[in-house]
């Protein structure tokens, strides 16, 4: 099908419209992480880039005091607040990498090692695993009633939520309009933004606990 110019002018802006919407999404939680590098950085017993002529020893003295604010804060937590951490956390990546896999496999028709999948003449659009993996996590919940495994089973959901939701619109219309206007563009920008902003709410009640437990200084 040949589009005329203004039709390939509109899908180009959609396009990169969607591709923003991945990019930001794994860059808020880059984002997200570097705060807290900084931080504590900032507030541990690693020197700052100005007082040590050893700026590389003290940033991976960093690094590791920040990896383990991060797991004695999830240690600390109640179990249903890192199970909400590890479910929000794995909806956003896998959501920006969804976002950013489709664009670049509908440009390239790769991403890696991902590509369309066909099976019977049918295009497998990825709400059919999003719903399998999340429909398994939930089940598996709910048959162990181990609270140990909450977490952990809170981001296989979280992906399986995430795969479902990128393609709602598709399963509202009962067509294809992942690529169109009709996709509901803010939909996908309004999931990714509160995914993230219910995130950060999580992430920075487990990252104090984390550094009530280790660091020194009071907590800001």
């Known amino acids: 099908m040949i589009l005329d110019p203004r039709r390939r002018l509109a899908r180009r802006r959609l396009d990169r419209r969607m591709a923003v919407v991945g990019a930001l999404s794994l860059l808020a939680a880059a984002g997200g992480a570097v705060s807290e590098y900084a931080r504590v950085w900032r507030r541990g017993s690693a020197p700052l880039p100005g007082e040590s002529d050893h700026v590389l020893a003290a940033a991976e003295e960093a690094a590791r005091e920040t990896v383990e604010v991060a797991r004695v804060g999830f240690r600390e937590s109640p179990v249903a607040e890192a199970a909400l951490f590890n479910l929000l956390l794995s909806f956003l990546l896998t959501f920006g990498a969804v976002r950013t896999s489709t664009f670049v496999i509908r440009r390239r028709g790769t991403f890696g090692p991902f590509r369309n999948l066909r099976a019977a003449g049918r295009h497998i659009h990825h709400f059919v695993p999003g719903i399998a993996i999340a429909f398994l996590a939930g089940a598996a919940g709910l048959l162990t009633r181990d609270e140990g495994l909450e977490p952990w089973l809170a981001i296989p959901f979280g992906a399986g939520m995430a795969l479902t939701l990128d393609e709602s619109a598709l399963l ?20 990714a933004a509160a995914a993230l902003l219910g995130l950060i709410a999580a992430s920075r009640r487990l990252l104090r606990r984390g550094e009530a437990e280790l660091l020194s200084s009071p907590p800001e």
């Open 172 to 191: 509202l219309e009962l067509e294809d309009v992942y690529w169109t206007e009709e996709g509901v563009l803010s939909l996908y920008l309004s999931s």
